[in-house]
């Protein structure tokens, strides 16, 4: 979307393309295209139809507010979805954060949220298409007061004043996904250190962060949305006791730690817990385990099993009916045995994916069962089982 494009949508003649193209379908593009073009010009048409497109694709992210919103192509693929920007806007709330410089804000995800919070924001980008989305976006839901846009070069902003800086740095170029830190734009030292210029800093990375490249002054989080691990982020001036932090979402959970030693490794229990992806990414299994009293089934595998069923946000509990050898004759046996037909596979340390893996099974019937497979330092595992809640009654042993 170039910065022209945007403008006449924000007119009368524009706002009602967009509304009437709201829930059009690509089956009937053509034929619609063809009758707005009769009575509207053939540009604003196009604009309309594109934009359209780019709000259908970001709803997953952004709601029903994506209806209202004005995207870009990469605004769509690289903003922050909704609820991942509420929860950080409340961590710079509760901080006591009242002016905060956003840069690289991109088409606002960030913005917005943080001006629902009572935030005020400086947001900044260099894209003068991203800028006018963001302006467009504040406008439309009512936050302009709140929201001022800037087009610059974020290496020119002073963050001197401000309570907190926000910086999403460009980790994608024409070419891909850029893994130098160094290559980020702007690149991830000059990030690091904008972020000690105010009292509260945080800066957004990959979540595949080595976590030796955290800073020691950092509080390192990781936050996953509905099991999908979306982001880590390096936050400054939080005067965190413990270094590590994961936060999953849509929940609320957040799990700090960081200092405990590996938990130890032993047999398979009655109950396999899976840990957050978020979890593991913040190297806090040793707190799962220690939540639950439980051990590793192999010291490099993040599968923490116990003999007692404990709740815990933090984690997927199985409870396991069968702990045999990996043997795909012997498994097939076991699901043809108990009719079996929807199998959910997991698996850790292992070469077989569970496509191939369902592909050989060949399951028929009415059952439902997991199999999740584990390398293991006595051999590959495969453990049977279904998923469980600590407050749920827990199946019959020999269930399917």
């Known amino acids: 979307m170039e910065t022209e494009n945007l403008q006449p949508l924000l007119t009368p003649e524009g706002q009602a393309l967009l509304a009437e193209l709201r829930e059009f379908t690509p089956e009937e593009e053509l034929a619609l295209a063809t009758r707005l073009r009769r009575g509207h010009p053939a540009e604003l048409v196009s604009a309309a139809f594109g934009q359209a497109?780019?709000?259908?694709?970001?709803?997953?992210?952004?709601?029903?507010?994506?209806?209202?919103?004005?995207?870009t192509p990469n605004g769509v693929e690289q903003s922050t979805r909704r609820g991942v920007a509420e929860w950080r806007a409340r961590r710079f709330a509760e901080l006591g954060v009242k002016r905060l410089a956003d840069l690289c804000c991109g088409i606002g995800g960030d913005a917005l949220a943080l001006a629902r919070a009572g935030i005020e924001v400086l947001a900044v980008d260099r894209d003068p298409a991203a800028c006018a989305a963001t302006a467009a976006n504040a406008a439309a839901l009512g936050l302009a007061d709140l929201v001022e846009v800037r087009c610059a070069d974020v290496a020119e902003v002073?963050?001197?004043g401000y309570d907190a800086v926000f910086t999403d740095p460009a980790r994608r170029t024409s070419r891909g996904r850029v893994f130098d830190p160094e290559a980020y734009a702007p690149p991830l030292s000059w990030a690091i250190e904008t972020g000690r210029r105010t009292p509260v800093g945080a800066l957004k990375v990959a979540p595949g962060i080595p976590h030796e490249a955290v800073?020691?002054?950092?509080?390192?989080?990781?936050?996953?949305?509905?099991?999908?691990?979306?982001?880590?982020?390096?936050?400054?001036?939080?005067?965190?006791?413990?270094?590590?932090r994961a936060t999953l979402l849509p929940q609320g959970a957040s799990l700090t730690g960081g200092d405990l030693p590996d938990p130890p490794a032993g047999p398979v229990g009655r109950y396999l817990y899976e840990p957050d992806g978020a979890v593991i990414r913040a190297h806090l299994v040793a707190e799962v385990a220690e939540q639950v009293g439980g051990r590793l089934i192999d010291p490099k595998?993040?599968?923490v099993t116990s003999d007692e069923l404990v709740a815990t946000p933090y984690a997927h509990a199985f409870e396991l009916t069968d702990v045999l050898p990996f043997h795909i004759k012997k498994l097939k046996a076991l699901l043809r045995e108990r009719t079996?037909?929807?199998?959910?596979?997991?698996?850790?340390?292992?070469?077989?994916?569970?496509?191939?893996?369902?592909?050989?099974?060949k399951p028929s019937g009415p059952n439902t069962v997991t199999v999740i497979l584990s390398r293991t330092d006595h051999g590959p595992l495969m453990m049977l089982g279904r998923p469980v809640r600590a407050d749920a009654p827990a199946p019959g042993p020999g269930a399917p």
């Open 158 to 160: 002073d963050v001197a």
């Open 215 to 244: 800073p020691a002054d950092a509080e390192a989080e990781w936050v996953s949305d509905h099991g999908d691990v979306k982001e880590a982020v390096l936050w400054f001036g939080t005067r965190a006791e413990r270094p590590h």
């Open 53 to 71: 497109r780019l709000r259908q694709r970001a709803r997953a992210k952004f709601g029903a507010d994506a209806d209202l919103m004005y995207f």
């Open 301 to 303: 595998i993040a599968y």
């Open 340 to 361: 079996v037909g929807t199998v959910v596979i997991k698996k850790r340390g292992m070469a077989i994916t569970p496509e191939e893996l369902r592909r050989q099974l």
